[in-house]
């Protein structure tokens, strides 16, 4: 157990589906990230949470749209998705937003927008 | 800007080969913090090691050694005797003093290593 659990592993959905992504952390961090990494680029940070409030968002889209409900607890909610979407999505938390501060990563959510 | 540059986007090796990662950075900081993480095929990042700007000591544990250079901007990780278990794609990543507690991770591309028996 990697101490942080995503859900699903794997998604297939079409353009018009609504879909969340959910992480959980068993660590006892105070902040949780999400990242995308496609093909052939780099992770790219899309959203960061510290304490349950978002402090960072990345220019992401508005049909990416994250909740944190608690400090353990990090959905990623999809709606309208396109093709270039496709990716896997990493959850990532740390002990706190620190720069020196290791990050701990879930296993991703390798979505399929079709 | 931040920027980390990993020339190597694939490498393959016989086993028990010595082989070298590279990663470069620009930062305009002289407060930095430097890491390198490992995704295996599972999906999940694992954190291999940290670095701050300050301290230049090489350091090695186990089969892995790293090697950072302020001279040369580069913070490069070598694996010794490398094994099929080391399969995987390796990031080196910077993370810079933001002030407030505003942590950005900045990733490179990756290196893909195959190590074949």
């Given at each position: 157990e990697t101490g942080v659990t995503q859900t699903p592993r794997h998604l297939v959905m079409g353009m018009t589906n609504k879909k969340s992504l959910k992480c959980e952390q068993h660590l006892g961090h105070n902040a949780m990230y999400w990242y995308k990494q496609s093909a052939k680029k780099p992770l790219e940070l899309m959203f960061v949470y510290s304490l349950e409030e978002r402090v960072e968002n990345n220019s992401v889209p508005s049909r990416f749209s994250p909740e944190c409900p608690n400090s353990s607890h990090l959905f990623l909610h999809l709606h309208t998705l396109q093709p270039e979407d496709s990716a896997l999505y990493l959850c990532a938390s740390s002990h706190t937003l620190l720069y020196n501060t290791e990050a701990f990563f879930g296993q991703g959510t390798r979505l399929t927008v079709v | 800007?931040?920027?980390?540059?990993?020339?190597?986007?694939?490498?393959?090796?016989?086993?028990?080969?010595?082989?070298?990662?590279?990663?470069?950075?620009?930062?305009?900081?002289?407060?930095?913090?430097?890491?390198?993480?490992?995704?295996?095929?599972?999906?999940?990042?694992?954190?291999?090691?940290?670095?701050?700007?300050?301290?230049?000591?090489?350091?090695?544990?186990?089969?892995?050694?790293?090697?950072?250079?302020?001279?040369?901007?580069?913070?490069?990780?070598?694996?010794?005797?490398?094994?099929?278990?080391?399969?995987?794609?390796?990031?080196?990543?910077?993370?810079?003093?933001?002030?407030g507690g505003s942590e950005k991770l900045v990733f490179g591309k990756g290196t893909k290593l195959t190590v074949n028996p």
């Open positions: - | 800007a931040q920027k980390v540059t990993q020339a190597q986007t694939e490498i393959s090796v016989v086993e028990k080969e010595d082989v070298t990662l590279d990663c470069v950075y620009e930062t305009r900081d002289t407060t930095y913090y430097l890491f390198w993480y490992k995704q295996p095929p599972s999906g999940e990042l694992v954190f291999l090691i940290r670095r701050n700007s300050f301290d230049e000591q090489n350091e090695i544990s186990g089969r892995y050694s790293w090697n950072f250079q302020k001279s040369t901007s580069s913070f490069n990780f070598t694996i010794t005797a490398s094994q099929v278990v080391d399969s995987a794609v390796y990031f080196c990543a910077l993370s810079e003093a933001r002030g």
